[in-house]
């Protein structure tokens, strides 16, 4: 297992070199997340967060998957800082023995991290017309509800 | 002493990311009021409780914790990460 | 879109690059599939297929995820012949807008492959001392349904 | 004549991976008892229905598909793919 908080891009292939190299892994699935710009007028995404803390939840978050779907590897990289449209935002990767696992593993990663990891995105837009902080949406608090 | 963070818009408000407070609140709730009886950017960031959350030594709680031996309280909205 | 039928491995690094880069993608989600030995008696795996059907079948499935989630993006591998313990077997990339979208595209696809593509699966046993094809799954046909 | 395929396990009981019928039979389930009277080797592969999924020129269908005009006919397991 591997967390990371940086403020670095990551690699998909290096991060998931060795990863679920187990015998018995049969399924991985990685979910990368990137700044979008859905209207054209996003310059960039600010993301703040809470040093510390934010390695100590994910590493229980992604703790708690390992055991509930006896994950075979588990990895997650968040990113925090300035972002630019397109720019990875962060990756989560399970391996484990059946596909479902693996995939539920991830769902489940994915849904924490949004609603209980400590970060915080701010939207800036072109030439700085405006800037928002992203509120939280009540389907992604939900959403953990069905584990 | 208690060390008291805040983070995106409740930062913003408050005007400052981390400061020292000389508090004798038995509980988070005791410390929210009273900061807002403090000063006007207090009473503005913590108008409404059911859009912040809050973490004591950094593991989220309720607004009814303790705050017996800690060290570090951090106010701040709904978490957006992901 | 593309979908390849190939005997020979893939990289998921290559597979990807330039994967889901338009601007309106915000989620990406791969499956990788591997060869898992859970006995620690498995030689390889042989798998065999249907030449032209493969590919118009996963055609027509990856088509059917792209609208229906409205993807970005969307790739499929599939490999065929002989494959050792720890291979990768196939993948699946998905684009979307949202994570739920390429979350759920790549479920449905995998779903989909696991049944309704022309794959038969063969376990051979190290010496040789047994080869079995595997069966089908009462679980997979049942997975299809919830789509 | 009908171009017939088989694969998986269907292909090693049959003996064969692709052949050639001589047939005026309108239904794959009408070819299936005609291969099935012919020779015990396709009696076995044959003999369990619910455990074979047939494809008339590479498309999905029922036993009770017609072959007017078809091709190629695939006889085989339930697929195991992914």
């Known amino acids: 297992m591997r967390v990371s908080v940086q403020s670095q891009d990551f690699d998909l292939a290096t991060a998931l070199h060795g990863f679920g190299t187990a015998k018995n892994t049969g399924a991985t699935v990685t979910f990368t997340g990137l700044v979008r710009d859905d209207t054209g007028q996003l310059d960039y995404m600010e993301i703040e967060h809470y040093p510390g803390m934010c390695e100590n939840a994910i590493l229980k978050i992604a703790q708690d998957a390992e055991q509930r779907w006896g994950l075979t590897d588990c990895l997650v990289i968040h990113r925090y800082g300035k972002l630019n449209v397109g720019a990875q935002i962060m990756m989560v990767a399970t391996a484990g023995r059946h596909r479902v696992d693996a995939f539920d593993a991830a769902t489940f990663l994915m849904d924490y991290l949004k609603s209980r990891a400590p970060f915080w995105k701010k939207e800036v837009s072109l030439g700085g017309a405006s800037s928002e902080w992203v509120s939280a949406k009540d389907s992604d608090e939900t959403a953990l509800k069905r584990w | ?82």
């Open chain 2, 1 to 82: 002493m208690i060390d008291v963070v805040y983070f995106a818009w409740v930062r913003e408000r408050i005007g400052v990311p981390r400061e020292q407070i000389d508090t004798t609140a038995a509980t988070v709730m005791d410390l929210v009021t009273e900061l807002t009886a403090r000063e006007d950017r207090y009473a503005l960031a913590f108008s409404d409780l059911d859009s912040l959350r809050v973490a004591v030594d950094q593991e989220l709680v309720d607004f009814d914790a303790p705050l017996v031996g800690v060290r570090e309280v951090a106010f701040f909205p709904p978490m957006t990460g992901g």
